[in-house]
Structure formats: C-alpha cells, structure tokens
C-alpha cells in the first residue's frame, strides 16, 4: 500500500530554516504530484506547494521564502523552508496523486488521494 513518511520537523526561531521531507514508498513516485499543505490549529488545511513533472506551484504566501524539490531516485519530495515566520506554525503534511495532465494546478486538500501523519512545525518569536 501507499505510504507517506514526512520527518525533519521541529521547533526553530523567527528568520531560521527547516527541510521537510517526505519518503514515498507503494507507488510509482515520479508520475505522481507530490504536495505539501500545513494546517494550524483550528483552521484549515491549507496548500503550501506541489511538484509535478512538469510544473511547480506554490500558494502566494511562501513564494521566495518556501522550495519545493524532489529526488525521484530516493522517492523522496522535500520542502526547504527559510526565513520562518510564526505564522508558519503548523503540521506539515505530504500528499500525493496522478496527475489528469501534465501542468494542472492541485492545490485543494480533496484533490489529493494520499496523505502522510505530518510533521509538527514550531516557529517562535
């Protein structure tokens, strides 16, 4: 079956950096489009970045701050992460689905088909 594994989380001050990664195993890695979305306490989950073949979107609050990447020859998706805010706080989650076609833009939590535990984020101020 689909797994999805994130680690690197942790706490950091305000202006440092975190890498999130996340380990895909159970699926064919490099034809899926693979996300990353936060969730706060008592909001929504919501879309940070996804990575496809053939496009790389990010949501407009982490353009310039957030870079999605990833190693299809480890099937590893990662989110490097600097000049963190405390607004940032959040657990961090991966997901994962096929693609319709190639530069479509996923970026609601429903369109994604397989989701890791998440990683827990503390920025502080």
């Known amino acids: 079956q689909v797994q999805l594994v994130e680690s690197g989380g942790g706490l950091v001050q305000a202006g440092g950096s975190l890498r999130l990664s996340c380990a895909a195993s159970?699926?064919?890695?490099?034809?899926?489009?693979m996300a990353w979305f936060r969730q706060a306490p008592g909001k929504e989950r919501e879309f940070v970045a996804h990575?496809?073949?053939?496009?790389?979107y990010y949501a407009d609050s982490e353009k310039g701050r957030f870079t999605i990447s990833r190693d299809n020859a480890k099937n590893t998706v990662y989110l490097q992460m600097n000049s963190l805010k405390p607004e940032d706080t959040a657990v961090y989650y991966c997901a994962a689905r096929l693609p319709l076609y190639g530069s479509a833009r996923y970026s609601r939590a429903r369109d994604y088909d397989y989701w890791g535990q998440g990683t827990q984020v503390t920025v502080s101020s």
């Open positions: 159970g699926l064919s890695f490099s034809s899926y489009v």
């Open positions: 990575i496809s073949r053939s496009a790389i």
